[in-house]
């Protein structure tokens, strides 16, 4: 199913129709502030199953990410110091992936690597979808590296590669081509792993 919501002002309706897939564990394409993303209930762990069997994540290996509303939650699911939380609080909303520590909340699937990253993008259809479903979301790029390139921003072309293996392709518009900025956090410095969209303001 492909929707359209404008991001400038989400339509409430289409947005609660999104979060009743979101509860019932189905798969979600959806804009952010860099590229088109796939994302689930992060505490639903048979749809974060999915989306790993999907995009060939083995989150023995790989960072799983997440999704919150604001940061206002944020030690409920990641361990944040109070200097983090400042750097945090600078650069978000916005591009980055903080890299921290997990806390006990989070599912098991998400503890074999002991850390999570953690997003707040600037765009207010995943941010409202995320508000209203009460919970984080998890999120991996639609993007593939060797991709033709119309197939991860463009939201019908995205819609026509997935639309068997997801229940809902948001059209929010033309996506970005440039991941986010991913910092780990967790050596109490500031280390860029991967410098995307967003320039990091210590």
């Avoid at 960072?63 to 609080?89: H, P």
């Avoid at 591009?95 to 909340?105: E, H, K, N, R, V």
């Amino acid at each position: 199913m492909l929707v359209k919501i404008y991001p400038e002002n989400p339509n409430q309706r289409e947005i609660s129709r999104i979060v009743e897939v979101l509860q019932n564990g189905g798969l979600v394409i959806y804009p952010t502030d860099t590229v088109y993303a796939i994302g689930c209930d992060a505490l639903n762990v048979r749809a974060v199953e999915k989306i790993c069997q999907l995009k060939g994540i083995n989150p023995n290996k790989s960072n799983l990410s997440i999704i919150c509303y604001d940061l206002s939650n944020i030690s409920e699911y990641a361990r944040v110091d109070n200097q983090t939380f400042k750097v945090m609080k600078k650069n978000l909303p916005g591009p980055f992936t903080f890299i921290l520590d997990t806390t006990s909340q989070l599912p098991k699937i998400y503890k074999n690597r002991k850390t999570v990253g953690i997003r707040v993008p600037d765009n207010s259809i995943i941010r409202e979808l995320v508000k209203q479903l009460g919970n984080p979301v998890m999120t991996t790029s639609v993007k593939d590296d060797d991709e033709v390139l119309e197939y991860s921003t463009d939201p019908e072309l995205i819609h026509e590669k997935y639309e068997n293996s997801v229940d809902v392709v948001i059209d929010g518009g033309y996506g970005g081509i440039e991941g986010s900025t991913i910092v780990d956090c967790t050596n109490n410095e500031y280390e860029i792993i991967r410098q995307g969209k967003g320039e990091l303001i210590l």
